[in-house]
């Protein structure tokens, strides 16, 4: 199997091409759109092809979930692989134990979730509100913390024990500001240089 890069030729010579953001689809307004069925919608295929559903290449299995509210609802038995999650209100969801590979939850509210066990490979969290989520346990290799609409993700009690994160993780993880003191040098382990 091949793999190919994109280079572009710079200033500085070759350099890697910066992926362009992806437009988000407009928000298609359906009587199921934001129901726990909806959540059901192709779900072996987005756990199986979570990078296709969620980099738009499979239309077809696209769910769109955004703006809607599942606060305090029992998602333990859903597939939210390549969701798009973002602005909505999951707050004190049960999620533990769930595909959530490249889901896209910036802004979204998921404080007080609990993310144990969780694959959250690749899933965007900018700027969501994670005060006292619980990310045990839980795959968190290529996820993002960061910036969106120029707010952080907020991280105010969330506990990262046991998370699966490679070293460079950490780096951007600990660029946030809002994570806790002591979950920053004991649970994270982020160097001084580093907030």
């Known amino acids: 199997m091949a793999i190919a890069a994109v280079m572009t030729l710079g200033a ?20 199921k759109r934001c129901t726990l069925e909806a959540l059901d919608l192709f ?3 987005r756990k199986t092809f979570s990078q296709e559903a969620s980099s738009g ?28 999650l973002q602005g909505a ?13 490249r889901a896209d939850a910036r802004g979204a509210n998921l404080s007080g979730v609990d993310f144990t ?22 795959i968190l290799s290529n996820a993002s913390f960061g910036k969106f609409g120029g707010k952080w993700a907020d991280l105010a009690g969330a506990h990262f024990e046991g998370a699966l ?3 460079s993780d950490i780096g951007r993880v600990c660029e946030n500001p809002t994570i806790d ?15």
């Open 43 to 45: 779900a072996d295929t």
């Open 12 to 31: 500085g010579g070759v350099q890697p091409a910066q992926a362009a953001p992806r437009q988000q689809p407009p928000i298609v307004e359906s009587a």
């Open 57 to 84: 290449g499979m239309t077809e299995a696209l769910v769109d979930v955004r703006d809607c509210d599942f606060s305090g609802k029992d998602l333990r038995a859903k597939v939210m692989s390549g969701v798009l």
């Open 181 to 195: 003191p002591e979950v920053r040098k004991f649970e994270l382990g982020c160097r001084d240089g580093r907030k």
């Open 89 to 101: 209100d999951f707050s004190n969801a049960k999620m533990t134990g769930i595909q959530m590979s």
């Open 165 to 167: 994160l490679s070293s």
């Open 117 to 138: 066990d969780t694959n959250a490979y690749g899933t965007l969290f900018d700027g969501a509100d994670l005060r006292g989520a619980t990310f045990e346990n839980a």
